[in-house]
């Protein structure tokens, strides 16, 4: 079965990068596509972007200028990268395994509360 | 980008209630995706390609609509039914998903 982890720091201070891992078992990152969602205190969800089997990115427009995927695909894992975070990037922040021919999120990890905070 | 509205924001339903939760998109859309997140876990993925169930979804869960407006029905609920369910559409980049509707056991 597929399975997903995040891990990363709790705490993050306004200005510095957000740095978040991915760790996949059950399947290999070289297939499929790989993504990042975060969900805001009050609900409100946001797509982030994602990282093909290829490796090839996309990413929200509205993040387009701070984010960036990467991957290690010796370890499985794929990371986030946010930069210049403010308090407004506080979130729970999810990994997820994306299917294009559906447009679906159908595998995700348990989430990761980020707090941006001085 | 889509914006998708759902409603109502939050609703209570009693076992053996039938519940109908709905989703309208700003512009038309292909398809729309539901997601159940139950208190402390991940979101799954519930109904994909407007009406079709995920594995292992119960059916007393339907899903229809087209163009800007779609819907999330439970014949009769449940005491598991309680979560909050969102919309998700990715026929417009970039993908968008629903303010979610949290619905709970009377």
């Known amino acids: 079965e597929v399975q997903l982890q995040e891990s990363g720091p709790g705490l993050v201070k306004p200005s510095q990068s957000l740095s978040l891992t991915c760790s996949v078992t059950?399947?290999?990152?070289?297939?499929?596509?790989w993504g990042w969602i975060r969900k805001f205190p009050g609900n409100k969800m946001e797509w982030m972007g994602y990282?093909?089997?290829?490796?090839?990115?996309s990413y929200n427009p509205s993040l387009k200028s701070r984010i960036s995927i990467t991957r290690d695909t010796s370890k499985n894992q794929f990371f986030l990268q946010l930069n210049s975070v403010t308090t407004e990037d506080t979130a729970t922040y999810y990994c997820?395994?994306?299917?294009?021919?559906?447009?679906?999120?159908?595998?995700w990890g348990q989430g990761v509360m980020v707090t941006v905070s001085s | 980008e889509i914006v998708l509205t759902q409603s109502p924001t939050t609703m209570a339903a009693s076992p053996g209630e039938k519940v109908t939760l709905t989703c309208r998109a700003s512009?038309?859309?292909?398809?729309m995706h539901w997601y159940q997140q139950r208190s402390g876990t991940s979101p799954k993925l519930w109904i994909y390609e407007t009406s079709k169930l995920a594995s292992g979804v119960p059916n007393r869960f339907s899903g229809s609509g087209s163009g800007t407006s779609y819907s999330l029905t439970i014949n009769s609920m449940e005491t598991e039914d309680a979560a909050t369910y969102y919309c998700?559409?990715?026929?417009?980049?970039?993908?968008?998903f629903g303010a979610g509707t949290k619905l709970e056991l009377k």
């Open positions: 998700q559409q990715g026929s417009s980049y970039p993908y968008t």
């Open positions: 990282i093909s089997y290829s490796g090839s990115t």
């Open positions: 059950g399947y290999s990152i070289t297939s499929n596509y």
């Open positions: 997820a395994r994306y299917r294009p021919h559906r447009s679906t999120f159908d595998y």
């Open positions: 512009s038309s859309v292909s398809y």
